[in-house]
Antibody, heavy 121, light 107 residues
Framework: QVQLVESGGGVVQPGRSLRLSCAAS????????MHWVRQAPGKGLEWVAV????????YYADSVKGRFTISRDNSKNTLYLQMNSLRAEDTAVYYC??????????????WGQGTMVTVSS | DVQMTQSPSSLSASVGDRVTITCQAS??????LNWYQQKPGKAPKLLIY???NLETGVPSRFSGSGSGTDFTFTISSLQSEDIATYYC?????????FGGGTKVEIK
């Protein structure tokens, strides 16, 4: 079945790094744009980043630009989010989501279960 | 950035009631608007795409309308399983943005 499974979350100190992964199955991963969306505890949804189907185009929210890097390995059906210089305000559940189009146009039609990232000393 | 203003932020209604949520964009986004449902502790789920199209498998009591800057999401007859927070989201421009959410509770 169509599925996204995130991993890599955990507790990390401010200023350190963490890499999230999202394993996709049940659909042609290489054909779709992929996104990261986060949700701080008790807060709403915040879009973080998008990568096009072939990895040639990327875009970030201002809140993470220059610190986070989105990437993908279409041979492994896996999406990544490299998070550097982490801050307390990055504490959130991070969801990967499949786009319905090849880049950012369309909807988030499939979501992972989320992985929690806690930035604390 | 396109700001999405959702209202109300919360509402309480009885089973069987008609529930309406509005979402206003800070600029014209055509029909590039989606609606999601998020139940407590769960990932969001797509309900409506392109302002008015029902995602496959979603009950027909859910509907959406609007274009330009003003959009409406409706539950025609609220069910107990509809207790959730609902979000609108625009994709006309990057960065993609969500509304603040509407928490729906049973009265």
């Amino acid at each position: 079945q169509v599925q996204l499974v995130e991993s890599g979350g955990g507790v990390v100190q401010p200023g350190r790094s963490l890499r999230l992964s999202c394993a996709a199955s049940g659909f042609t991963f290489r054909s779709y744009g992929m996104h990261w969306v986060r949700q701080a505890p008790g807060k709403g949804l915040e879009w973080v980043a998008v990568i096009s189907y072939d990895g040639s185009n990327k875009y970030y929210a201002d809140s993470v630009k220059g610190r986070f890097t989105i990437s993908r390995d279409n041979s492994k059906n896996t999406l990544y989010l490299q998070m550097n210089s982490l801050r307390a305000e990055d504490t959130a559940v991070y969801y990967c989501a499949k786009g319905s189009g090849s880049y950012y146009l369309g909807a988030f039609d499939i979501w992972g279960q989320g992985t929690m990232v806690t930035v604390s000393s | 950035d396109v700001q999405m203003t959702q209202s109300p932020s919360s509402l309480s209604a009885s089973v069987g009631d008609r529930v309406t949520i509005t979402c206003q964009a800070s600029q014209d986004i055509s029909d590039y608007l989606n609606w999601y449902q998020q139940k407590p502790g769960k990932a969001p789920k797509l309900l409506i795409y392109d302002a008015s199209n029902l995602e496959t498998g979603v009950p027909s009591r859910f509907s959406g309308s609007g274009s330009g800057t003003d959009f409406t999401f409706t539950i025609s007859s609220l069910q107990s399983e509809d207790i959730a927070t609902y979000y609108c989201q625009q994709y006309d421009n990057l960065p993609l943005t969500f509304g603040g959410g509407t928490k729906v509770e049973i009265k």
